[in-house]
Structure formats: C-alpha cells, structure tokens
C-alpha cells in the first residue's frame, strides 16, 4: 500500500511539473542573427474591446546597428480568442520632417503570441529616436498603437 501510494505521489508531482515547464514564458525570444537585442524605451499595450491584448515593445541591437518592433499578445487575451491580423514595423529618426518606417511585416488571421517587426538599419545611434508600431485587428476593433519616442543608445 505504501508502495501504491508513493507511486501516485510521484506521477501527481511529474505531472504537475510537467504543466508549470510547458504553459509557456513570457520572455521574448531573439530575432535570427542578433542575439544581443535590448529593450530600449517604454512598454505600450494594445487594448481591445476594453481588455489588454499585447505589449509592444521595441529592441535595439547593437551587434546587428538594427532596431526591432516586437509584440507579445497576453496569454488571456489568446486564451478566449482566435484569428487576429497584426502590421508592426518600426520607424525612425522620429522628428524629423520626413520620419522613415521599415516595411511592416504582416500576419493574417493567426493566433500566435509574438510577433517581430522586420529590422530598420540604425547607423548613427545616439541621433535616433525612433518608434514602434503596431496595428492589431480582430473582428470589429482595430487597434492603432505605437510606442513613445526612445533613443536606441
């Protein structure tokens, strides 16, 4: 019996191990290349319909001299719905008469939790103010966000 018992214990703490190592981390992975990205500027969230659907934040490596768009969509955003279109680039110099934005790269109807923008070249670093942006669509709302302006370095 204490054998029984041991056992059960033993298959109930793997299994709940099991569930805490795959539900998933919040941590943003790396785009191909540029292993050394560091989030510049402040977090902005994405809101639909009232609740909070994304953090949109914008990286900077300086190993690549590129700046990134990247956007995590909540998990209990992706837990009650589906199918959202998504648009993220990043623009900079910000300030400047003619502000220049990468091509964005684009999802449609997808569920997926991250998102990263195409990379914008930054050569003269310090001078760069630059931006994210972000537009996020799912069934009647679509939501414009952009981060605040940030110097990459």
Not at 5 to 18: G, M, P, Q, V
Not at 141 to 148: A, P
Request: with cysteine; hydrophobic share 40%; charged share 10%.
């Amino acid at each position: 019996m204490r054998r029984f018992i041991s056992r059960i214990l033993a298959i109930a703490i793997l299994a709940a191990a099991s569930v805490v190592a795959f539900t998933g981390s919040a941590s943003a992975s790396t785009p191909s290349g540029c292993s050394d990205v560091r989030q510049f500027g402040p977090t902005a969230y994405v809101t639909v319909g009232g609740q909070t659907a994304a953090s949109l934040k914008q990286y900077y490596s300086p190993a690549c001299h590129e700046a990134f768009g990247y956007l995590w969509v909540w998990d209990s955003f992706r837990a009650s719905h589906s199918g959202w279109n998504v648009k993220l680039r990043e623009c900079g110099p910000v300030g400047a008469s003619n502000p220049w934005c990468n091509t964005p790269a684009t999802w449609s109807n997808v569920s997926s939790q991250e998102f990263w923008s195409n990379p914008n070249y930054v050569n003269y670093c310090p001078a760069s103010n630059m931006d994210a942006f972000v537009e996020f669509a799912y069934n009647q709302y679509d939501e414009i966000q952009t981060t605040d302006l940030a110097q990459a370095c």
